[in-house]
C-alpha cells in the first residue's frame, strides 16, 4: 500500500457510462481517494453516504473526493442514483482492478479493492493513507486531520 509522501500514481476511469476523469487534472486541488469493495453492500453504502454528508467540509479544504471500487460504471451510476451521491464513483472496471493494484489496495483473493483511504496534496503527493478492516466504515476523522495537515 502506497504510503506518505510516495507520488500518487496518475490514472484515468469511468465516472459516468459517458464521462472520465484523471487525476492530474486536480493538481491544484487537495483529492481524497476512497477505495472500497463494493457498490451496495451495507458498510460502503454508509461509508459513501457519510461522505456525501461531509462534502461541505471537505470543500473548505479545497478537496475533491472520489470512491473507487471494481465496480462498473453502469453499477456505480445506479448506486449513487438511488443513495443522492454529489460525488464521483470511479469504475476501475477494465483492466479489473488495475489501479488498485497500483495503490497496493486490491484483494486478489475477494477480486475487489481493499477499503483504504488516501489524500493528496495539491502537488499529488500521498500526505496520508489508511487501510481499514473491510468490515468497518472507517469515518471522515483521519480524513479531516490530514487535510488540516497540509
Not at 461522505?51 to 470512491?67: D, R, S, V, W
Amino acid at each position: 500500500m502506497l504510503k506518505k509522501n510516495d507520488i500518487a500514481p496518475d490514472f484515468t476511469l469511468f465516472a459516468t457510462p459517458d464521462q472520465k476523469i484523471t487525476l492530474s487534472e486536480f493538481k491544484g486541488q487537495n483529492v481524497i481517494l476512497a477505495f472500497y469493495p463494493a457498490d451496495w453492500s451495507p458498510v460502503c453504502s454508509d461509508q459513501m453516504a457519510l461522505y456525501n454528508e461531509m462534502l461541505k467540509f471537505f470543500k473548505k479544504y479545497n478537496a475533491a473526493i472520489f470512491g473507487i471500487s471494481v465496480d462498473s460504471k453502469w453499477c456505480h451510476m445506479a448506486f449513487s442514483q438511488s443513495r443522492n451521491l454529489h460525488f464521483p464513483l470511479l469504475a476501475d472496471f477494465e483492466p479489473k482492478g488495475e489501479i488498485s493494484k497500483k495503490y497496493g489496495v486490491y484483494n486478489e483473493t475477494e477480486g475487489e479493492c481493499n477499503r483504504a483511504l488516501f489524500v493528496i496534496d495539491k502537488e499529488g503527493i500521498i500526505q496520508w493513507s489508511y487501510l481499514s478492516p473491510m468490515a468497518v466504515n472507517p469515518g471522515a476523522d483521519g480524513i479531516l486531520e490530514a487535510l488540516e495537515k497540509i
